[in-house]
């Protein structure tokens, strides 16, 4: 249909007020065209949403891929525990290790790891979730499994898995701008490296297993609350297309556990989780930093090389600039992670050098949100007051953080090569714009490249703000939408564009967005409607789903946990049970004022 108009070119420029002689034939024009309804809402039963929306980029796995996946494979899944085993082999191989008795708090020197052995929850212990994808296609397990006793031991540090000799991480960073010393995994412990059938390395970890030698004055329990908001957090931004760590399961205690929920002297005893979690690897830039602020550099050329060796397999061990290799490929993906936390709204809510990944995988879920009410300025962590790390300001915190890990790589530098790795810092900005713009041209269904697609992104971006738009939803439903009904400003259901349409400029926008979808010659609405739903999630785990679920888990019922781990592992597809619990509906009253805890 956009072929039709094909000729209609004009030049756009940034005055709103020329616009009102170019609508009058921009709906002379469209008026005269054909269109083909389209239907907003789609509604589909759980089977049909699995084999819909096959166009998914390749990123992210077709929702009908796993199907498959899961049933041709299911004879060869392991049902015997005692047979899964893991290996720390490699780990404990590579580096020196703190051999020191007990987890008592200490500073540790020249090592990479201590062993630590995690302390069993006390009972009696619930499966509160599991992830049939990452327990079946990652770690080929039968996930009936899980219905086991035993596997509630393993999944919570009450019973090692046959290879296993439980790891703490030493670590450093930098927290909120200033050295913090020696952190480390206070509360998680690593049990090994998993090696896959196809061929992918997943190491383990437990999050909440108790205190290791890295636990400063913590308990190293984690609670129900923060473990359901890291089980269905990381899955999410999973099935969002986000690099994430994963969650397998999420298991529940009876063990008390005392925190201050908002630090304000109001103590409450809450129930230690545990949850089960991989990466491909969970050094961070930290891991790092603690090695070259301590002078052990011997030690800091051994973990660059295990990490480049077994990560970076482009990078030729023999490349004299090698450690400059790996920082120009840092630079380069976490300004890729960064730029795909804007496009879904992530504030990851913690940016310190503990936190960012040696892999650029988004790491430790804690007082995290998706922006709700569009603003730069939208913090999750309600005692961050001056806005650190603020959803628009995490690409400063990235900058800031691989500043740091130049800093931390000097002493294998060269100068010159120190020199060199600055000037692969200044390219990080232009890399985080170039991607973001990518992205949001992306969500607005825009092919090719025109001179005003920024200013199309920002003066949406900015109308936003200004009406306190929802950012999903505003989104997916410009993707939702037909041509027509933009075009008619028809935004019947339509809860996010309706406030969106109350900014006084939205006319001249939507103008200018029409003629920008109307010179894409070979497009179709539909084509742009399923190409902008595939990149314009219609569920993200909002703060007030997620507190509905914990409250519940709270009380032993995990059928809301269970739901929304569902629901967000297909963002992108309408589904019935999720429209009939409001998850795309403007979030409810109460969720006003809620606030994300910060202790966890
Ligand atoms: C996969 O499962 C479906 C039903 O869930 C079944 O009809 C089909 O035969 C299975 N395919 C394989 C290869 O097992
Ligand atoms: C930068 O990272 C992205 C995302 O991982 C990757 O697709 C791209 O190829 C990288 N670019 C370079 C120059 O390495
Ligand atoms: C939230 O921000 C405050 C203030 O900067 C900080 O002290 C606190 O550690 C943060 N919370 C978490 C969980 O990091
Ligand atoms: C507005 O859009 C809805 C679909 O959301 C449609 O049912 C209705 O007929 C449209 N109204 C007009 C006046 O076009
Ligand atoms: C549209 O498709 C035609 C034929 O496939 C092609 O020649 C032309 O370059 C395309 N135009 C654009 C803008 O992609
Ligand atoms: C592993 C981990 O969660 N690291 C830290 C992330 O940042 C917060 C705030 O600094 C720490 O509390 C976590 O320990």
């Not at 580096?95 to 500073?107: H, L, M, Q, T, V």
């Not at 004055?217 to 609350?225: E, F, K, L, N, P």
Request: hydrophobic letters at 40%; charged letters at 25%.
């Amino acid at each position: 249909m956009y072929s039709q108009l094909s000729h209609f070119q004009i030049h756009l420029s940034a005055s709103g007020d020329m616009w009102s002689p170019f609508k009058v034939m921009l709906i002379a024009l469209v008026a005269a065209s054909s269109f083909t309804p389209v239907c907003v809402l789609e509604f589909c039963s759980d089977s049909e949403c699995h084999s819909h929306d096959a166009t998914a980029p390749s990123s992210r796995p077709p929702p009908n891929a796993f199907k498959s996946r899961w049933n041709a494979s299911a004879s060869n899944l392991l049902r015997d525990l005692d047979r899964f085993t893991v290996s720390c082999k490699k780990l404990i191989e590579a580096f020196p290790i703190d051999e020191g008795e007990g987890n008592y708090a200490r500073p540790v020197k020249n090592c990479i790891f201590s062993k630590s052995v995690p302390t069993p929850l006390k009972g009696p212990l619930r499966l509160a979730a599991a992830s049939k994808e990452v327990i079946e296609d990652m770690l080929d397990l039968d996930v009936a499994v899980t219905r086991s006793d035993d596997f509630l031991h393993y999944a919570s540090g009450g019973r090692l898995p046959p290879g296993s000799v439980p790891l703490a991480h030493r670590y450093g960073g930098h927290q909120f701008g200033s050295w913090a010393g020696q952190l480390g995994d206070g509360r998680a412990h690593s049990l090994g490296q998993y090696t896959n059938r196809k061929g992918e390395v997943w190491e383990l970890q437990l999050k909440g297993s108790g205190k290791t030698p890295y636990s400063r004055s913590g308990d190293g329990r984690a609670v129900i609350r923060s473990s359901v908001r890291e089980f269905l957090g990381s899955e999410a931004m999973h099935f969002l297309g986000v690099p994430t760590s994963r969650a397998a399961s999420l298991i529940v205690s009876e063990e008390p556990v005392k925190r201050d929920q908002f630090y304000d002297g109001n103590v409450k005893t809450e129930r230690g989780a545990v949850v089960l979690r991989l990466a491909n690897s969970w050094f961070r830039i930290g891991s790092l930093e603690i090695l070259s602020q301590s002078g052990e550099i011997d030690l800091l050329r051994q973990l660059l090389t295990f990490v480049i060796d077994e990560h970076f397999p482009s990078i030729h061990p023999d490349d004299p600039d090698r450690y400059l290799a790996f920082y120009s490929a840092l630079v380069n993906e976490t300004a890729h992670l960064i730029a795909r936390w804007t496009s879904v709204g992530f504030a990851h809510g913690v940016c310190n050098t503990d936190n960012f990944s040696l892999l650029s995988v988004t790491l430790d879920y804690g007082p995290f949100g998706f922006v709700e009410s569009y603003s730069p300025h939208f913090v999750p962590n309600t005692s961050d007051d001056e806005g650190r790390y603020a959803v628009g300001a995490q690409a400063d915190a990235g900058l800031f953080n691989l500043g740091k890990l130049a800093t931390a790589l000097g002493p294998v530098l060269s100068e010159k090569q120190q020199s060199e790795a600055r000037e692969l810092l200044k390219g990080y900005v232009d890399i985080y714009h170039k991607r973001t713009h990518q992205l949001f041209k992306a969500k607005l269904g825009l092919l090719a490249e025109e001179e005003d697609d920024s200013y199309l992104i920002a003066f949406l971006l900015k109308m936003m703000e200004e009406t306190r738009s929802d950012f999903t939803m505003t989104f997916r439903q410009l993707s939702e939408a037909s041509f027509q009904q933009l075009l008619y400003r028809n935004f019947t259901q339509l809860w996010a564009l309706q406030d969106l349409s109350s900014y006084k400029l939205f006319p001249d926008w939507l103008s200018m967005y029409q003629l920008r979808l109307l010179r894409q010659e070979n497009d179709s609405d539909l084509e742009r409607q399923q190409r902008m739903k595939n990149e314009n999630p219609r569920y993200v785990l909002r703060n007030w789903m997620a507190e509905s679920a914990i409250s519940k888990a709270e009380k032993n019922d995990f059928s809301e946990v269970e739901l929304l781990h569902h629901v967000l592992s297909f963002p992108f597809i309408t589904q019935k049970a999720a429209e009939k619990a409001g998850y795309a509906e403007r979030p409810p009253s109460w969720a006003k004022g809620l606030k994300v805890s910060c202790s966890s």
